[in-house]
């Protein structure tokens, strides 16, 4: 006999046609798309009263999703799109320390901002004035937007400013964004296939955009300025060295023969394991910290200790290792050495703001090639220099890998073209005040 299916089945499948439905009309309109509309797996959640996900889900309530395309299929669509491009954009893994309300809010505003001038006729309606009057703000006051630009706007707004907002912004729920497990495995694979679909996102848009087309255009802008900021954690590893450690190879280990042994001669294993592996890890390492008159002592301490925090992680850093603090604007102010992480806590007490003068970062790297003349410095993993941006850059590529860790925007045609770069956003490492984008 025929299994006969129940209403809740049958809403549940309906509910994936339709999904699947609104997705084709999104393609219709996004070709460039096409891998970002397929990637989320449709799942039902009768818990929600509108769509969500996490990065590996797109969760649903069955009835919601039947009632809204019965009455206002655009919304549904609008609100899909908003999904996969919080998803782009790596909103659900870039909260770091901020409050997640207003993190929340800058996330929507951001998306519908992007989605309301890519005028599709998938998802185009007609702007309220409260969105106009937003719209209108962060065009005149920001040079890019980007979530992190409108978080730091919102900061600045009375409470009931803000609940206006997010009335009017509120798409989808953001319950499932990984927020206080990010680290896990399975969200740290989401955000790495995320990550690998924008990429591929804006390749397609390239290539199916045309130089008149705004609604690509305007796209392709979006995704260079809500740029996945990679985990500081994963930018940290680009300077680890192989060496050998002391640890048990598992790889070179053979578990049969050593337990064989054991029961052949009673104590005695047959075969030792290997007493050390070759392993990829930091041993030296040296952390510029610009001091012009553009950086706070608190900011820095608060990224002193951020970092600290990563590579006292033994799988990141090796027991005996050497980092060298400078503090240096328009000359090196001080050299400070730390050569066991235990020591970080106190060196952070301890810890003073040294300059206050312009940004020159040529001295810095003349020191460190003096460190490494004089053998001070033999197996040196790179050099990090925390700054603003605002200063004059050697010609000469150095014999270490070198990456610059900029405040906020920065002029990019600046940048020589050997220095690996990351944008951090202050509140990243705790309260800071930012002013003109750039002065902190």
Same mark, same amino acid.
């Given at each position: ?5 129940? !209403? *809740?089945e ?25 891998? +970002? =509309? ?5 799942k ?5 009263? *509108? ?11 069955s ?41 929340n ?14 005028? &599709?006729?998938?998802?185009?309606? $007609? ?16 040079s890019? $937007? ?5 978080? @730091?706007? =919102? ?23 990984? #927020?206080? &497990?990010?680290? +896990? ?14 990429? @591929?996102?804006?390749? !397609? ?11 690509s255009? =305007? ?41 064989? %042994? ?5 104590n ?9 592996r070759?392993?990829k ?20 301490? &608060?990224f ?5 925090q ?5 799988e ?32 952070? %007490? ?26 001070? =410095? ?13 200063? *004059? ?5 150095p ?12 002029? *990019? ?15 990243? #490492?705790g309260?800071? @005040? ?7």
């Amino acid at each position: 006999m025929a299994h006969k299916k129940t !209403q *809740t089945e049958w809403q549940n499948e309906m509910a994936v046609k339709i999904l699947d439905f609104t997705k084709q009309e999104l393609y219709m309109d996004l070709r460039f798309f096409h891998l +970002a =509309l397929s990637s989320l797996i449709p799942k039902a959640d009768d818990s929600l009263h *509108t769509l969500a996900t996490d990065g590996v889900y797109l969760c649903y309530s069955s009835e919601q999703v039947l009632r809204v395309f019965q009455n206002n299929p655009k919304f549904l669509a609008r609100a899909c799109l908003h999904s996969i491009l919080h998803c782009i954009f790596s909103h659900l893994w870039m909260m770091g320390r901020r409050e997640r309300p207003l993190w929340n809010l800058a996330c929507d505003i951001m998306v519908e901002f992007t989605i309301d001038h890519m005028e &599709n006729a998938s998802t185009k309606r $007609i702007l309220s004035w409260l969105r106009s009057q937003v719209y209108k703000k962060l065009k005149d006051e920001c040079s890019y $937007i980007s979530a992190s630009v409108i978080y @730091q706007q =919102l900061i600045q707004l009375e409470e009931p400013v803000r609940i206006s907002l997010q009335t009017e912004f509120y798409t989808d729920d953001h319950r499932y964004w990984p #927020f206080e &497990n990010a680290r +896990a495995s399975i969200h740290q694979n989401a955000k790495k296939r995320w990550e690998k679909i924008a990429r @591929q996102t804006h390749m !397609q848009q390239e290539l199916h955009g045309s130089g008149s087309d705004d609604k690509s255009q =305007l796209f392709s802008a979006k995704i260079k300025a809500e740029r996945s900021r990679r985990s500081y954690c994963d930018f940290l590893r680009k300077f680890s060295v192989l060496r050998e450690e002391l640890h048990a190879d598992p790889d070179e280990f053979d578990l049969n023969y050593y337990t064989y %042994g054991l029961r052949l001669y009673g104590n005695l294993p047959l075969i030792e394991s290997l007493e050390t592996r070759e392993i990829k890890k930091i041993q030296e390492f040296v952390i510029v910290i610009d001091t012009s008159d553009s950086t706070s002592g608190d900011l820095v301490k &608060n990224f002193l200790r951020e970092t600290f925090q990563i590579l006292h992680q033994r799988e990141h850093f090796f027991t005996s290792c050497k980092i060298h603090i400078l503090q240096c604007d328009d000359r090196v102010r001080s050299d400070q050495e730390i050569c066991h992480l235990d020591q970080s806590e106190q060196f952070l %007490g301890q810890f003073t703001l040294l300059g206050g003068g312009g940004t020159d970062f040529r001295p810095a790297f003349a020191y460190v090639n003096s460190l490494i003349k004089q053998h001070i =410095l033999q197996n040196l993993g790179g050099l990090l220099y925390f700054t603003d941006g605002e200063g *004059t850059y050697p010609k000469n590529r150095p014999a270490y890998q070198t990456a610059f860790l900029f405040l906020g925007d920065y002029d *990019t045609s600046k940048v020589p073209p050997w220095a690996m770069r990351l944008q951090l956003e202050p509140e990243e #490492f705790g309260p800071a @005040q930012v002013t003109h984008g750039r002065k902190l």
